[in-house]
């Protein structure tokens, strides 16, 4: 079958044997896999990959001279089972999955490593308890987006956006123009979105961002002027003053019990919840700088190089910092429903479409935001991006 590999930075369509299904995969014909971020990260970063994979005991992701072919964000149409499977679909049913498989004992993450080659091919092996049938009214170019939309939703959870409270999207590309989807879809009353390129402004306001702002205009974390409590470390003070000379006015108030509960329930002085989608050296520090005091902080941009932060600015802030990653299946799953039921629409995102040939000229073109921000493969397809 034909596949793009990916060797030593360059990108090859290539004849490569079909893959077989093992105990408890299956086999799909690949309809559509989106290029993520990830991949043209790994592209020309695979040694930091290699590095930051071992780190936390993933010892079989891709190497640079490694013949990879990338693909993970992919749907398609069942072709076969592999040994101890239930068969639960019939060939020719359209799904999606997780891109993790299992091979023995040891696990692998589809289209990074030489054992589960990914989906910029003619078929990709799937584990079957992670697929989910997609039904027949939603368009491939809708469920391709399943995978991507799973990390927005599971990055939106981790803020744990309060009622009231804003959220600011740093950085608009595909993962930052996702999670606006997401925190919109989840009912974020206000969303703050920003980004240098116009096209990518344009793309936030179509997902839904309330205000849209260009960083060398305004500082999107200013765009809501800081009032009460968090608004300075003096402001902060003289609300812990006011409220305990109201507090204890009152003979016998457990205001302590009170302050403890109110925490606990989320109540409280709190800032923004900002969601870092950039993923470059210094923009989170840049971020705990400007952000109000107790500020939450959720990283979803893949920064790739080494990086410095002060922590004691984000300390004096009391700052909460985030690392997010990936999804759990039923975020998957629930991402996949908000899709069919249309409470998500991931269209904006879509600016494009290759076939296997048309792949490394999407990867070249996804390297200017004002042409792109998601391109879909599609094997069947002899097309490539216009020109321009």
């Not at 299992?102 to 003619?122: C, I, L, N, Q």
Request: proline share 8%; glycine share 10%.
């Amino acid at each position: 079958m034909k596949a793009v590999q990916c060797h030593n930075s360059q990108l090859t369509v290539v004849d490569v044997e079909a893959p077989e299904a093992g105990p408890g995969q299956l086999v799909i014909d690949v309809e559509r896999c989106g290029i993520c971020g990830s991949d043209l990260h790994a592209r020309v970063h695979a040694d930091q990959l290699v590095d930051a994979a071992a780190a936390v005991g993933y010892e079989t992701i891709m190497k640079p001279t490694d013949q990879i072919v990338f693909g993970h964000e992919f749907v398609g149409r069942v072709a076969g089972y592999g040994p101890g499977t239930r068969a639960q679909w019939k060939p020719g049913t359209r799904v999606v999955g997780l891109p993790i498989v299992r091979h023995g004992d040891d696990a692998h993450a589809v289209g990074f490593d030489t054992a589960s080659p990914g989906a910029y091919a003619e078929q990709v092996v799937l584990q079957e308890a992670f697929t989910f049938p997609v039904p027949d009214h939603v368009p491939a170019e809708k469920a391709a987006f399943t995978e991507p939309m799973a990390v927005a939703l599971h990055a939106v959870r981790r803020g744990s956006v309060g009622r009231g409270q804003t959220a600011v999207v740093i950085g608009c590309g595909p993962i930052g123009l996702a999670v606006i989807l997401m925190l919109k879809a989840t009912g974020v009353k206000q969303v703050i979105a920003s980004d240098f390129s116009p096209k990518r402004r344009e793309l936030a306001v179509r997902c839904g961002a309330d205000v849209v702002v260009d960083p060398r205009e305004q500082d999107p974390l200013t765009v809501v002027p800081s009032t009460g409590p968090t608004a300075s470390f003096s402001s902060f003070v003289s609300f812990g003053i006011d409220t305990l000379n109201k507090a204890r006015r009152v003979p016998g108030l457990p205001w302590p019990r009170l302050m403890q509960a109110a925490k606990q329930v989320g109540q409280g002085p709190s800032g923004p919840v900002i969601f870092e989608c950039v993923g470059v050296p210094g923009i989170v520090d840049q971020i705990i700088a400007g952000a109000p005091m107790m500020s939450r902080v959720v990283v979803v941009g893949v920064c790739m190089e080494p990086d410095t932060l002060r922590p004691s600015i984000a300390i004096n802030k009391e700052i909460d910092l985030r690392f997010v990653l990936g999804y759990d299946p039923g975020e998957f799953a629930q991402t996949l429903d908000m899709i069919v039921s249309g409470k998500v629409d991931p269209s904006p995102l879509h600016t494009g479409t290759v076939g296997l040939a048309g792949v490394a000229g999407a990867f070249e073109a996804l390297g200017n935001p004002e042409l792109h921000a998601k391109i879909l493969v599609d094997p069947s397809s002899d097309a490539f991006l216009a020109e321009g």
